[in-house]
């Protein structure tokens, strides 16, 4: 609400971008590798250049191999000892 007072707009609007900054963060995090967010951020279009780059991982949302270190519940294996991996 103080952001849509500072910003003489409603309430709504300020939810709704918000809302979508959230949720090309998580587009993001699961395409882009780290040091290239700040860049992706910056160029919008950039975004879907990399998810053309890395369509496999875009669609599953896997963040570099992510998904190998968090199986789905159930399909876990066996843990490996401390710093064998």
Same mark, same amino acid.
């Given at each position: 609400e103080e952001v849509a007072e500072v910003l003489d707009v409603p309430v709504g609007t300020v939810r709704s971008r918000l809302?979508?900054?959230?949720?090309?963060?998580r587009r993001l995090m699961g395409v882009v590798p780290d040091r290239h967010a700040e860049i992706i951020m910056a160029d919008p279009a950039a975004l879907r250049r990399a998810a053309q780059r890395f369509p496999?991982?875009?669609?599953n949302g896997d963040r570099y191999g992510a998904t190998a270190q968090y &199986?789905?519940?159930?399909?876990?294996? &066996?843990?490996r000892a401390a710093g064998t991996f």
């Open positions: 809302s979508r900054g959230r949720d090309a963060l496999a991982r875009a669609a &199986p789905a519940r159930g399909t876990a294996k &066996p843990a």
